[in-house]
Nanobody, 125 residues
Framework: VQLQASGGGLVQAGGSPRLSCAVSGRTTSVATLGWFRQAPGKEREFVAG????????SYSDSVKGRFTISRDNAKRTVYLQMNSLKPEDTAVYYCAAGPWRRRWDMTDSSYYDSWGQGTLVTVSS
């Protein structure tokens, strides 16, 4: 599975950009798509995840109510709509794909086995 993220850039606080992640390859093996982010000097953290088949979603507390993850199965694309951006949202955002397993935790980065290259979102105050 290959992932290509896009949509980052410089945004003013309060802005509403949308990130996209195009998924290609053996997509039938994909159970979950997730977005993670890594700010300078910090560890990578979970942002949001979505079940590829059911559309079930999960969000971190820091973005709940501001960000929305969605997917378009026909276009093989997952989106992250970000609203009410804050300077602390500045980070490199990564999309990731996780496989089918008996159990998995979509908030755990170690579950995902395919990662995109990341797209930088910089929020100016």
């Amino acid at each position: 599975v290959q992932l290509q993220a896009s949509g980052g850039g410089l945004v003013q606080a309060g802005g509403s950009p949308r990130l996209s992640c195009a998924v290609s390859g053996r997509t039938t093996s994909v159970a979950t798509l997730g977005w993670f982010r890594q700010a300078p000097g910090k560890e990578r953290e979970f942002v949001a995840g979505i079940s590829w088949s059911t559309g079930y979603t999960s969000y971190s507390d820091s973005v709940k109510g501001r960000f929305t993850i969605s997917r378009d199965n026909a276009k093989r694309t997952v989106y992250l709509q970000m609203n009410s951006l804050k300077p602390e949202d500045t980070a490199v955002y990564y999309c990731a794909a996780g496989p089918w397993r008996r159990r998995w935790d979509m908030t755990d980065s170690s579950y995902y086995d395919s990662w995109g290259q990341g797209t930088l979102v910089t929020v100016s105050s």
